[in-house]
């Protein structure tokens, strides 16, 4: 075996790690309220989070209306959070959900979010 071209390899193979490191360093941990260096520029405030959507309302049996308020707030006022989180929607019981098309057959359960069949219709095995 040749440990030369082993040797060569390594440093190029190491070479080229560290140059992808200088040139692409990898983002600062979230979380650190370190203040940026000197030379750093500091970092842009966040934008504001966006309001989660909610699922539709026949769905939910929930009627998901925007409050004229929240459309005309300013862009910089913060953001209200609603004052308890909305309870966890379920169903009574479980449904079965089939989607059928010319290339398969599947069936859903809402329990678990599960797929409980697929059928290939064009697949001979």
Do not use: C
């Not at 190491?14 to 520029?41: K, S």
């Not at 098309?101 to 697929?118: E, H, K, P, V, Y």
């Amino acid at each position: 075996m040749d440990y030369r071209r082993l040797l060569v390899a390594f440093l190029l193979s190491m070479a080229v790690y560290l140059g992808w490191m200088a040139l692409f360093p990898p983002p600062p941990p979230p979380g650190t309220g370190g203040q940026p260096d000197a030379g750093e520029a500091a970092p842009a405030a966040p934008a504001e989070p966006q309001p989660a959507t909610q699922p539709p309302a026949a769905t939910t049996g929930v009627e998901t209306t925007a409050a004229p308020a929240e459309a005309a707030a300013p862009e910089g006022a913060p953001s209200q959070e609603p004052a308890e989180p909305l309870p966890p929607v379920a169903a009574a019981r479980e449904e079965r959900v089939v989607v059928e098309t010319d290339a398969f057959r599947a069936i859903f359960t809402n329990r678990g979010a599960q797929l409980l069949s697929l059928v290939l219709k064009e697949h001979r095995g």
